[in-house]
């Protein structure tokens, strides 16, 4: 997986093959071969592989809601500018998620992960309204999905444009989250 | 222009091809070849070509700044529910825009479409502050970006998985626009 993720920094998801893969660890081609199959399964293995790494690594170890929802909003906007690796990697993923529509194996694992990070998403938030921290009146589904779906698109901008917006994105959903969620949030309101 | 647009439908970016869409107009491959050169010249004039159709269709005919923001929402997020054609040109355009890491050409011309869409959406919302519609206190800036994102997203998420979100994306929008945007819009909150 982790010869995975360095032949996708490397050379992107449409160059990668299982030799360029191979040459990332000490393991030979055949052996690649011999457990992928093909580097269709080996990809889907490894979209998998990244939610294990989502589920250890960007969730922040906090039991504050508030806290726990803006660290991994951060990580999620901001882990992408830990150097060129992260950048080039999720160019490789967006190159990934555009095979999707062709590729049923790809759509159906690429949607696990998403569900699953907005169950996670979507948890935070009722964890914050069971609290006390967010209104009661936010609906917790549809705003995990639009914090995630702004992140998504940001992502996207920031590697196919000249232009970096998560700072933008993330100030904008710095105030939804203290006018629209949290329930001291309109004290700052004109 | 029409041909490269039914011929991204037909075989997407990646198989698409100048003798391809040649087949899809009634001029031979060697006048594209003439005009163009190459596939990727043709696309760059192509996605240029795109922004002006956003200017003529996307852009709802109206002279109120929250009708036009609602429609202008409306039709980005649910124009590419007008049939398959839709979807397919879609993922077209998300595979270009994940090949744009790896072609300045592609970046550039992105780039320029998405700062005129964030420019529209941008003077839209200057409009309604100096209407009197929309709060004073708002970042139009950063306001345009969190919608764009929002909506790139969205159509990402609906490309690549089995899920569409677009209808949770719409509505978590409209709460923004009459919570955070809209002057009288507070009187809602709880």
Sequence with gaps: MKATFQALCKHGYADVTMEKIAAESDKCKSTFHYHYGTKENLMVDFIRFLLEGFEEK?????????????????????????????????TALLELRSQAPYNEKYREQITKNDEFIRKTVKEIIEEGI????????????????????????????QISTDRDVSENVRGALDIIIKNDLMKEGDLDKE
Excluded: Y
């Excluded at 921290?133 to 940001?154: N, V, W």
């Design 130 to 157: 069971e609290e006390g921290k967010f209104r009661e009146k936010i609906d917790p589904d549809r705003t995990a999905t639009i914090i995630l779906s702004a992140i998504d698109g940001a992502r996207a901008r």
């Design 58 to 90: 960007m969730i922040p170890d906090t039991d504050d809601p508030v806290d726990k929802l803006n660290g991994l909003i951060d990580n999620m906007l901001f882990g992408i500018k830990d150097g060129d690796t992260h950048e080039r990697f999720h």
